[in-house]
């Protein structure tokens, strides 16, 4: 099963015999209070700077989302991406749940986007389905619906399915579908991770899809986030999760990592490289 998504002038293939694909998280101003200011002012300049410092420490693609109170998503959304695309040449992650401002955002896009997200409220499976087929991207699918993210993995399962099966209907083909199990906070749902990691094995096994998880918000208000997360993606990296969003800087080593160790880098060139480029960044002064 592969997904392809691009930019211009690159391609990056998801897939399950492949290397992880690391998704930068860091354009979205949930809990960022500098960039929320930024952009309900209008500014980039702080979007700009962000992109360019995700793919320098290794992200292969990029999310770009500015749901900010009392911003305006269909004006500003594609007016980050143009700005977005002027500094960096990796495929985007258009990230909004708005159908207008998903829309303006993919009319500028020059690529095949990955859009964040589709969900299984029917008003999100009707609008976002559409305009994601009308431009022709891939799509994530966050099994999550009216009444929220279900607490049990039986009903995150069923619906993937759905989702699948809606995206399909619409003319979306499975490959370019992702599914998102939802991931949350450990702290505030001791039994959370558990029910998640047997939701992205059964979907993985029962859909053959790739799948994607916002790796953070599992260590979210706890103590040693970036190990708990290195560990955490250990875990779902192996159970299929292989394109996750994540805080590069912080956990890309534990990413490598994994890869080396389960066989998704050949000779373990990857890890190696990336440790010979640490290791001559620290000496020099």
Same mark, same amino acid.
């Given at each position: 099963?592969?997904?392809?998504?691009?930019?211009?002038?690159?391609?990056?293939?998801?897939?399950?015999?492949?290397?992880?694909?690391?998704?930068?998280?860091?354009?979205?101003?949930?809990?960022?209070?500098?960039?929320?200011?930024?952009?309900?002012?209008?500014?980039?300049?702080?979007?700009?700077?962000?992109?360019?410092?995700?793919?320098?420490?290794?992200?292969?693609?990029?999310?770009?989302?500015?749901?900010?109170?009392?911003?305006?998503?269909?004006?500003?959304?594609?007016?980050?991406?143009?700005?977005?695309?002027?500094?960096?040449?990796?495929?985007?992650?258009?990230?909004?749940?708005?159908?207008?401002?998903?829309?303006?955002?993919?009319?500028?896009?020059?690529?095949?986007?990955?859009?964040?997200?589709?969900?299984?409220?029917?008003?999100?499976?009707?609008?976002?389905?559409?305009?994601?087929?009308?431009?022709? /991207?891939? $799509? &994530?699918? #966050?099994?999550?619906?009216?009444?929220?993210?279900?607490?049990?993995?039986? %009903?995150?399962?069923? =619906? *993937?399915?759905?989702?699948?099966?809606?995206?399909?209907?619409?003319?979306?083909?499975?490959?370019?579908?992702?599914?998102?199990?939802?991931?949350?906070?450990?702290?505030?749902?001791?039994?959370?991770?558990?029910?998640?990691?047997?939701?992205?094995?059964?979907?993985?096994?029962?859909?053959?899809?790739?799948?994607?998880?916002?790796?953070?918000?599992?260590?979210?208000?706890?103590?040693?986030?970036?190990?708990?997360?290195?560990?955490?993606? /250990?875990? $779902? &990296?192996? #159970?299929?999760?292989?394109?996750?969003?994540?805080?590069?800087?912080?956990? %890309?080593?534990?990413? =490598? *990592?994994?890869?080396?160790?389960?066989?998704?880098?050949?000779?373990?060139?990857?890890?190696?490289?990336?440790?010979?480029?640490?290791?001559?960044?620290?000496?020099?002064?």
């Amino acid at each position: 099963m592969e997904t392809r998504v691009s930019s211009s002038t690159r391609e990056v293939v998801i897939s399950d015999s492949g290397p992880t694909i690391i998704i930068g998280e860091r354009i979205n101003p949930t809990g960022k209070k500098k960039l929320q200011e930024e952009l309900l002012a209008g500014r980039l300049d702080l979007v700009r700077s962000e992109a360019i410092q995700q793919v320098k420490d290794g992200a292969d693609i990029l999310d770009v989302n500015v749901g900010a109170t009392g911003v305006d998503e269909a004006v500003l959304l594609p007016e980050a991406v143009k700005t977005v695309m002027e500094v960096v040449d990796v495929p985007l992650c258009i990230d909004s749940g708005n159908p207008r401002a998903l829309e303006a955002a993919l009319r500028v896009y020059k690529g095949r986007a990955l859009v964040n997200s589709v969900t299984a409220e029917q008003t999100s499976l009707s609008n976002v389905l559409a305009v994601v087929k009308e431009h022709d /991207a891939a $799509v &994530i699918g #966050l099994t999550m619906d009216e009444k929220g993210i279900p607490p049990d993995a039986a %009903r995150r399962i069923e =619906l *993937a399915h759905l989702i699948v099966e809606r995206a399909e209907k619409a003319g979306i083909k499975r490959e370019n579908v992702v599914i998102d199990c939802c991931n949350m906070p450990a702290a505030a749902n001791p039994g959370a991770p558990s029910v998640l990691l047997e939701s992205i094995d059964a979907v993985r096994r029962q859909l053959g899809v790739n799948l994607t998880l916002g790796a953070s918000n599992v260590s979210f208000g706890l103590p040693e986030r970036s190990l708990l997360n290195g560990v955490f993606l /250990a875990m $779902v &990296i192996q #159970l299929g999760v292989n394109c996750p969003v994540v805080d590069v800087a912080k956990v %890309r080593q534990y990413i =490598l *990592a994994v890869d080396a160790l389960l066989g998704k880098d050949n000779y373990m060139r990857r890890f190696i490289q990336d440790f010979r480029k640490r290791q001559k960044a620290q000496a020099t002064p």
